[in-house]
């Protein structure tokens, strides 16, 4: 009997033992995995990288599902739009906005928007004062003419304006450019020099271009005059168009133009070209005479195109337009102007005829009688997506200075 009871006594002392080693013994493994645990969490904050329940293997090779949110975070990164006005009192502002960035018209006096990626363009032209720009302004580019030179002072004071706008961070200026290329005056004004200007945009062939501070820019064309939008898709048609050519210009005395009268008059070309011209220039198109003139271009298989003051004219871009090849004097008529005439055209491969002399015209059109209908149409359809490329190789360069500056 006393056997029995210290044998009990001895058993239930065992079992005491054993449920106490138990107990600890899980205690230690909830301390461990606790450890193990946060470890793990701060691997996973010191290196960006999340580890799910399936990924801890005892190799720590991360699964798949790592790239999946490694892909949604970098996704779900912020990128800041920018901001940046413009402000336009030529028809040159109106080209550059419809015609290569394919923004839409505002209301009357007021503003168009366009989003190109994550950049804002506000845009508004017409009758503006330099007064009105806005002081709290960050980012401006001005579109203004400086070819005129009854408009020149109005386009300095738009300059001297930059000065005074006290949260002014970065100003561009697009301009039209003095015909003759007598464009020193705008030097002061470029941030080299000490002036308000990151960047000019600037048309003819001046000698101040120099590809980083001030970039060639296309005249375009003439907008102010109702010039319109093309429309590619009716221009590729598969039909011969009636003319061979067409020149319609003002005749001044002792110009080049009185020698291409006589040319097209020796070589009877008014049989095959569409021919009409002037004494006097006029600034205004009335909506007839810019009709017939945007349907004579439709309608021609070339454009003559003689120089003027400069060899660049709103004529060569709205021929190229209207699928016209432009026949074009390739001279230089100032001094002052680049020797590298029609830069912006010639290093985008424009494809276009290129003469020194009108003399030359008999042996552009021995060379156009060699030609079947089909080649002439194949010429025109791809004069046409030229046309389209070039505005969009000058688009992506002004987005991206813009871009480089803000």
Request: glycine share 6%; aromatic share 8%; hydrophobic share 35%.
């Amino acid at each position: 009997m006393f056997l029995k009871y210290i044998f009990r006594r001895h058993l239930k002392k065992r079992a005491a033992i054993l449920l106490i080693v138990c107990i600890v013994s899980a205690i230690f493994v909830i301390v461990c995995k606790s450890m193990v645990n946060e470890d793990l969490d701060s691997e996973s904050r010191n290196s960006g990288k999340i580890y799910a329940p399936e990924d801890m293997v005892s190799d720590h090779r991360p699964k798949a599902s790592d790239a999946r949110i490694e892909a949604s975070r970098n996704s779900s990164v912020y990128h800041p739009q920018k901001h940046l006005d413009i402000w336009s009192i030529v028809g040159l502002g109106d080209y550059t906005w419809e015609h290569i960035l394919g923004g839409g018209k505002g209301e009357e006096g007021g503003i168009a928007e366009l989003n190109v990626g994550d950049l804002i363009l506000k845009y508004q032209s017409g009758s503006l004062r330099w007064e009105d720009l806005p002081p709290d302004t960050t980012k401006l580019l001005l579109i203004l003419n400086g070819r005129a030179p009854e408009r020149l002072p109005e386009t300095k004071r738009w300059l001297d304006t930059l000065d005074s706008l006290p949260q002014l961070q970065s100003s561009l200026l697009m301009i039209i450019g003095d015909e003759e290329c007598n464009n020193n005056w705008l030097l002061p004004y470029l941030s080299s020099n000490g002036g308000p200007l990151k960047k000019v945009f600037i048309s003819y062939d001046t000698e101040i271009v120099d590809g980083r501070e001030v970039i060639q820019w296309p005249l375009g064309t003439a907008t102010y005059r109702g010039f319109p939008l093309e429309d590619a898709s009716v221009l590729t048609s598969d039909a011969s168009r009636p003319y061979r050519c067409n020149f319609m210009a003002t005749i001044y005395e002792g110009s080049s133009r009185e020698k291409l009268m006589e040319v097209i008059q020796e070589n009877n070309l008014n049989d095959y070209c569409y021919v009409k011209t002037r004494q006097l220039w006029e600034a205004e198109e009335t909506q007839t005479s810019m009709e017939e003139y945007v349907r004579v271009l439709q309608e021609s298989d070339l454009t003559l195109s003689p120089v003027g003051k400069n060899i660049e004219c709103y004529r060569i871009y709205e021929a190229a337009a209207m699928g016209s090849v432009p026949v074009i004097e390739d001279r230089r008529t100032s001094q002052t102007c680049s020797e590298r005439t029609l830069r912006v055209l010639k290093d985008r491969n424009a494809p276009f005829i290129f003469i020194k002399d009108w003399t030359e015209l008999r042996h552009v059109f021995q060379e156009e009688m060699k030609k079947s209908p089909e080649m002439i149409i194949e010429r025109r359809k791809n004069l046409i997506k030229w046309y389209q490329r070039f505005k969009r190789e000058i688009k992506e360069l002004l987005v991206s200075e813009i871009k480089q500056l803000l």
